[in-house]
């Protein structure tokens, strides 16, 4: 990893190392050993005395009214204690993240293909199995919304959600729209300045987060009339406030704990199973399970939006943009999930990390019948990342020009201005991190005189010797946006705790932070140690006992809920040293807690905090709001709309097998700016995988539906990388510190999955000389038998 | 009806097994051995993965009654009294688990690798964990994890000679 600082600045990497298991050390996951072991408790896991299992029926249909729903003979079957639908509901009937659209069970109707309609709990899994088969449900099938066509068109095609049924922040099948102009906008004056005009019309397919820990959680009623709900979450206190309305019972009275996590991607961030199992168990006063099999997760969770985009650009003869225009239409599916956000980034994203003098923009998610869209990795920059640089790509072909020297001499800056009219006020080192990707020496040429023929195109199935391929490579940059943003306050809550156990001062760190595999766990006691001092730190499970730690998604962890840890730590030390210097009278002003001692930078040692601390413990809960934004004007796009920005370059080397249009990635490098790299390991981990994925839309990816219908609804026909499919992942990490943040660090997880898939597609573009404005790249594509 | 076989060197027995249920799901459910995970239960993932006999398997996709009177080793079988096998802890130091949950079936695998090619070339590693899905780490931290397992074995297979 190399490290740098801006000339000037502190560095921020060079304060506090008391502990070699503090922040900017890679100390081991605290729960790495169970998990080697096979002991970790994922939510999967999960046991209770007489618990049942819950199973969902879900619609065979994308659109239709349902006439009769029958579940007489499903109660019947022995071993079954519940049987509920809409009808059962004690409370509210709807939720949703943004917009309460999306019935509990389905009421009248069903909106897409596997919407839940009717519940069972029975005493083995495969009791249930056979109870849900046995409803009857009656239904009027109705053709599907789900061309753009169709949906701007609802006098015609129909309504997903009719226009009195709620209030929706778009009109019509549109979910929700954001407009922005920027300088001139885009006018035949402002086109006319231009040498040269690139455009193209582009195409993102919907990609799954594809997690390994399939949807799953335990509901236990409690004596109190409440709920005890343990479960495999992004964000608890989100979860609760959506599914304590639909049982009809105050928030206090549902208690959730977060279970093992195995993984989440955005794809936990809607709820999937918690509001079924907590009314089953409401219904049979037991405790019941819930954990989908694969195919019912696929049903079960929302997933990327896939888009279709127009984008042009103009730009002197010389390679400076002019102007940038851009259409981009995501599918939201039934239900509006995260849609108005991820409309939000793709709109003030859009135009990616460079400096354009007249921007025009419109997003616009659509209510349809197909799958509902929401939060994955990237939210909204992905999409709109393949079509900008490809752009890019496209016009430095048309200039002569080599695509990175017209990026970076497009690339904006620290000081330079979003097309929101927001400044950038921290390192945006786009140019740079290019050049680090461009720099890196490259693979060993394909000698077809010397190959395993495991590493070509087609591995393992053999498929060709090497006759038929070609080398290219290909690169990019991504802009990606840290935490909410549009005024939301996302806000996180830690609690600490110091005390003496067992002679030694111990910390306690505790928050509701969902650890979905990231490794944050890792990083609060590493706040924790470097902050108070000391080398042991416990971390209390995460539930709703203490305040909200806000999502874990949006990169935005380790800045807002390790920003929490921090200060919550921070007022700890403070408490200590408070404590200290009425018992003892210290006068110094340059005390801190180093090796479980107080200390003076003049005096040295002054007590041992075991000492100090005696009996006592102290026991702070502090919360850390980020710095407020602003909502896009919903006209011009205009706004402070984002908390901090993160970057990621990458160069991708392929081979194709241009015969077959199979496809091998030879090497993908990144370059990523992280502020402080507060676990190194964890964050070069991060990238690594952050980059797989967008290594996965480009080349095989994608939920494929037909008139509304899931046709690959299983890990045989949905494909994700294999260690086959992987190559070598170089990383180069850059650590410029941004002032605004706690240590200096920006967020790390989603920048690379925005930008790398571009620069996979336009490797593949440079072997085989094809447009390919389309991911997944298949390989029908390449041989031109599609 | 009832199974009976030898888990991780211990005799078990299940009672009212259903004929359809899996080998998975008899370790998961019936007897205390939830280590092996359930992500896709089909064969595609690899995250269930345990020694049948001293042989890999999805355990997904073997039948309960198939393992009557045979020896099942899981993931809680790797360690024993001494520690870790050097196969976990590799896995732990190299930053290979993250959400954890390919994890169990990657080590059962891995450890049949170094059992029958203690020194493995990178694409060897690839083409033997190339049936284990993990959808976090990009696979880097995992390869890195198997070359350190392998270095290890052989360092300290080398000492005691």
């Known amino acids: 990893m190399s490290t740098r600082t801006i000339a000037g600045q502190k560095n921020l990497q060079d304060i506090r190392t008391g502990s070699k298991d503090g922040i900017g050390g890679s100390p081991l996951r605290p729960d790495g050993t169970l998990k080697v072991k096979g002991e970790f408790a994922y939510s999967s896991d999960l046991w209770h005395e007489d618990m049942l299992w819950g199973m969902a029926l879900r619609s065979p249909h994308p659109r239709a009214n349902i006439l009769s729903v029958d579940i007489s003979e499903a109660l019947k079957l022995p071993g079954v204690y519940a049987v509920l639908t809409h009808e059962d509901i004690p409370g509210t009937k709807f939720y949703g993240l943004e917009i309460q659209d999306q019935p509990a069970l389905a009421i009248d109707k069903v909106r897409y293909h596997g919407e839940a309609i009717a519940i069972v709990a029975a005493d083995h899994p495969e009791t249930a199995r056979r109870a849900v088969k046995k409803i009857k449900v009656e239904y009027e099938v109705l053709t599907p919304i789900t061309t753009e066509e169709q949906c701007l068109n609802p006098e015609v095609y129909g309504y997903v959600h009719e226009p009195h049924e709620f209030k929706s922040h778009g009109s019509g099948n549109i979910c929700h729209s954001q407009k922005l102009v920027h300088g001139g906008g885009v006018t035949d004056e402002i086109r006319a300045l231009a040498d040269v005009i690139v455009s193209g019309d582009y195409e993102v397919g919907m990609q799954d987060q594809a997690f390994l820990g399939p949807e799953s959680g335990l509901a236990v009623p409690a004596e109190d009339g409440g709920m005890d709900l343990y479960v495999a979450t992004q964000w608890l206190h989100v979860d609760r406030q959506q599914v304590a309305p639909v049982l009809g019972i105050p928030e206090e009275k549902l208690r959730l704990t977060l279970a093992g996590v195995g993984g989440a991607f955005g794809g936990r961030e809607d709820l999937s199973m918690q509001i079924h199992a907590c009314l089953l168990a409401q219904r049979t006063g037991k405790p019941v399970k819930i954990v989908y099999a694969r195919d019912e997760s696929f049903f079960g969770h929302v997933h990327r939006h896939p888009a279709k985009m127009y984008y042009e650009h103009g730009a002197t003869r010389d390679g400076k943009l002019v102007y940038a225009d851009a259409r981009i239409v995501l599918d939201g599916g039934a239900y509006a999930s995260a849609s108005p956000a991820v409309v939000g980034n793709a709109a003030s994203l859009g135009h990616g990390p460079y400096n354009i003098p007249n921007v025009r923009m419109e997003a616009i998610a659509l209510y349809s019948n197909n799958p509902s869209c929401g939060a994955m990795r990237g939210f909204g920059a992905v999409q709109a990342c393949f079509g900008y640089e490809t752009q890019m790509d496209k016009l430095a072909a048309e200039l002569g020009m080599d695509p990175v020297e017209l990026r970076q001499l497009n690339a904006m800056a620290e000081g330079d201005s979003m097309p929101t009219g927001q400044v950038i006020d921290s390192p945006a080192p786009v140019a740079e991190l290019l050049q680090r990707v461009k720099d890196m020496p490259l693979p060993p040429p394909l000698d077809l005189t010397n190959l395993d023929v495991r590493t070509l195109p087609g591995a393992l199935s053999n498929t060709t010797h090497g006759e038929g391929v070609v080398r290219g490579i290909g690169y990019s940059v991504g802009i990606k946006n840290v935490g909410f943003s549009e005024g939301f306050d996302d806000y996180s809550t830690a609690r600490v705790r110091l005390e003496v156990i067992g002679g030694e001062p111990v910390a306690m760190v505790h928050t509701a932070m969902a650890e979905v595999g990231q490794g944050g766990i890792t990083v609060h006691a590493q706040i924790a140690r470097t902050e108070l001092g000391v080398e042991q730190v416990t971390i209390h499970p995460a539930n709703t006992e203490v305040g909200s730690a806000g999502s874990t998604s949006a990169s935005r962890q380790t800045y807002m809920t390790g920003g929490a840890v921090k200060y919550a730590a921070e007022a700890v030390a403070q408490a200590l040293i408070a404590k200290g210097r009425k018992r003892y009278g210290w006068t110094h002003n340059d005390l801190s807690l180093n090796g479980g001692k107080v200390v003076s930078e003049s005096a040295g040692v002054l007590v041992s905090m075991v000492d100090l601390l005696g009996d006592d413990a102290i026991d702070l809960t502090r919360e850390h709001h980020h710095r407020p934004t602003v909502p896009f004007d919903k006209e011009t796009g205009q706004g402070f709309g984002h908390v901090q920005y993160t970057f990621c370059a990458n160069r991708a080397v392929v081979d194709v097998d241009v015969e077959l249009g199979l496809v091998k990635v030879v090497e993908l490098t990144a370059a990523q700016d992280v502020g402080k790299a507060l676990n190194p390991l964890s964050v070069v981990g991060q990238i690594q995988g952050g980059c797989t994925q967008a290594l996965g839309l480009a080349v095989m990816e994608e939920i494929i539906v037909k008139d509304g219908k899931v046709r690959n609804a299983s890990f045989t026909d949905y494909l994700i990388p294999t260690i086959l499919d992987v190559p070598p992942i170089p990383v180069d990490v850059l650590e410029l510190p941004d002032p605004n943040a706690p240590y200096g660090l920006r967020g790390v997880g989603e920048a690379p999955t925005v930008s790398a898939t571009p620069s996979i597609v336009a490797a593949i573009r440079a072997a085989t000389g094809l447009a390919l404005n389309r991911v997944p790249v298949r390989p029908e594509h390449l041989t031109g038998t599609l | ?161």
Not at chain 2, 7 to 30: H, Q, T
Not at chain 2, 75 to 92: H, R, T
Not at chain 2, 129 to 156: F, H, P, W
């Open chain 2, 1 to 161: 009806m009832r199974v009976t076989f030898t888990a991780n060197g211990k005799p078990v027995e299940a009672d009212d097994v259903w004929e359809g249920e899996s080998l998975l799901y008899v370790l998961r459910e019936r007897v205390g051995l939830p280590g092996s995970k359930n992500a896709c239960e089909q064969g595609e993932c690899g995250s269930c993965t345990v020694y049948l006999d001293d042989v890999p398997v999805c355990s997904c996709l073997v039948a309960a009654g198939q393992v009557q009177d045979r020896e099942v080793r899981t993931v809680e079988g790797l360690a024993d009294e001494s520690g870790l096998d050097p196969v976990q802890q590799a896995f732990i130091d190299a930053g290979a688990v993250q959400c954890g949950f390919c994890t169990p079936g990657l080590l059962v695998q891995t450890h049949d690798l170094l059992e029958r090619e203690p020194q493995p070339s990178d694409t060897d590693i690839r083409e033997a964990l190339s049936g284990n899905l993990c959808r976090c780490t990009g696979y880097e931290k995992i390869m890195d994890a198997v070359r350190l397992a392998s270095a290890r074995k052989c360092q300290k297979v080398g000492t005691s000679e």
